[in-house]
């Protein structure tokens, strides 16, 4: 993590655990830090600032912690909120995008109706490691017809290069980079 006299105060609160899910990751935790609430809206501040001159009109949250997250954002933003969820968790016509974890393989999924085509939509996460959530996130707007306006997460894991798979022509906000 950041020398500690230059990080913001909000980082304080999370924690790293070693192997897990598996052995040899390093899950970055951030329940400590959601259970803080002066740290949480501190931390959410810092995720909301950069989109207001880029207007987004909705936020897609990436399950689990992207739905804490992002819902808060869409809520402090009065924005509509749509869970992009793994598969086979939600009712109705969906659209699917395969992925590769750091640690494995995985599908997100969106409801077909969520949104109208071309709704300028921010996309958000809590970590970004490998980057393969976030593009399969972005696959699936673009499935849509949503304009992809952006991008952003609590924590990025620079040494893993996520940023790499994101779109270059789309901005991508990191609250902590590590």
Same mark, same amino acid.
């Given at each position: ?6 990080s913001?105060a909000w980082?304080?609160?999370l924690r790293d @655990? %070693?192997? #897990?899910p598996?052995?040899?990751?390093? #899950?970055?935790?951030i329940?400590? =830090?959601? *259970?803080?609430?002066?740290?949480? +809206?501190q %931390?959410?501040?810092t =995720? /909301? *600032?950069p989109?207001q001159? !880029?207007?987004?009109?909705a936020?897609l949250g990436?399950?689990a912690?992207?739905? /804490? =997250?992002?819902?808060a954002?869409?809520?402090q933003m009065?924005?509509? #909120? @749509?869970p ?5 968790? $939600?009712?109705?016509?969906v659209?699917?995008?395969?992925? +590769? =974890? ?5 599908? /997100?999924?969106?409801?077909?109706? %969520? ?7 921010? !996309? @958000?996460?809590d970590?970004l ?5 976030l593009? +399969?996130?972005?696959a ?9 306006v952006?991008g ?7 040494a $893993? %290069? ?8 789309v901005?991508?906000?990191a609250?902590l980079? @590590?």
């Amino acid at each position: 993590m950041n020398n500690p006299d230059q990080s913001p105060a909000w980082t304080a609160q999370l924690r790293d @655990v %070693a192997d #897990f899910p598996k052995p040899g990751i390093v #899950f970055k935790d951030i329940n400590p =830090l959601l *259970a803080h609430p002066q740290a949480r +809206a501190q %931390a959410l501040q810092t =995720l /909301i *600032a950069p989109w207001q001159q !880029i207007a987004p009109q909705a936020v897609l949250g990436v399950e689990a912690r992207g739905f /804490i =997250l992002g819902s808060a954002m869409a809520l402090q933003m009065d924005l509509p #909120f @749509v869970p992009v969820r793994k598969h086979g968790k $939600l009712p109705g016509p969906v659209v699917s995008e395969h992925y +590769a =974890l750091e640690y494995g393989s995985d599908c /997100i999924q969106m409801q077909a109706d %969520a949104l109208p085509a071309g709704t300028r939509v921010l !996309i @958000v996460d809590d970590v970004l490691a490998t980057g393969g959530t976030l593009a +399969a996130a972005v696959a699936l707007a673009r499935q849509l017809q949503l304009e992809v306006v952006g991008g952003a997460v609590l924590i990025e894991l620079a040494a $893993l %290069a996520g940023r790499l798979r994101w779109p270059g022509d789309v901005p991508l906000h990191a609250s902590l980079v @590590v």
